[in-house]
């Protein structure tokens, strides 16, 4: 008896263990699937009027109070369609079997999509990269 009961913890950890993740997985998987160019171009917007609001880009980027408010109001929408209709079942499953902190792990990943279709635009990729035509050819030789 003692064997078989032991048996039965075994089988339940492993199977706990290697479902682990599976909802989280799921959920994660809908938000970059269903998650448009439409809605991609919302999230860098409301990402980019947010990160003006830092004390080192807020005199640099001034976005009125309105236009922030657009943004916020946008992604409102965006994430109570996602949630709420499109990836339901997810986010359902999710919270009920893996809790908050999976949720939020998934959740993550629109902040990612956002700061992923800001650097895979060319004309962001070719900023993010033109600084180095100010390096002095003396610095990097040092390195050779």
């Not at 799921?26 to 439409?38: H, S």
């Not at 980019?48 to 657009?70: C, Y």
């Not at 929408?77 to 908050?100: A, S």
């Not at 002095?136 to 390195?143: L, Q, V």
Request: include cysteine; proline fraction near 1%.
């Amino acid at each position: 008896m003692k064997k078989l009961f032991l048996i039965l913890i075994l089988v339940t950890f492993y199977q706990n263990s290697s479902l682990a993740g599976q909802y989280s997985d799921k959920f994660a998987n809908c938000l970059m699937q269903k998650t448009t160019e439409r809605d991609k171009i919302v999230l860098v917007r409301w990402a980019f009027s947010a990160l003006a609001h830092h004390s080192a880009l807020k005199d640099e980027f001034n976005i009125p109070k309105s236009k922030f408010t657009k943004h916020e109001i946008a992604v409102a929408d965006y994430v109570q369609y996602i949630l709420g209709t499109v990836c339901f079942k997810e986010t359902k499953n999710v919270l009920r079997y893996e809790g908050d902190e999976a949720f939020l792990k998934g959740f993550e990943l629109l902040g990612e999509i956002a700061f992923l279709s800001l650097t895979n635009e060319t004309a962001v990729a070719e900023a993010l990269e033109n600084y180095v035509i100010h390096i002095d050819p003396e610095f990097i030789k040092r390195f050779d």
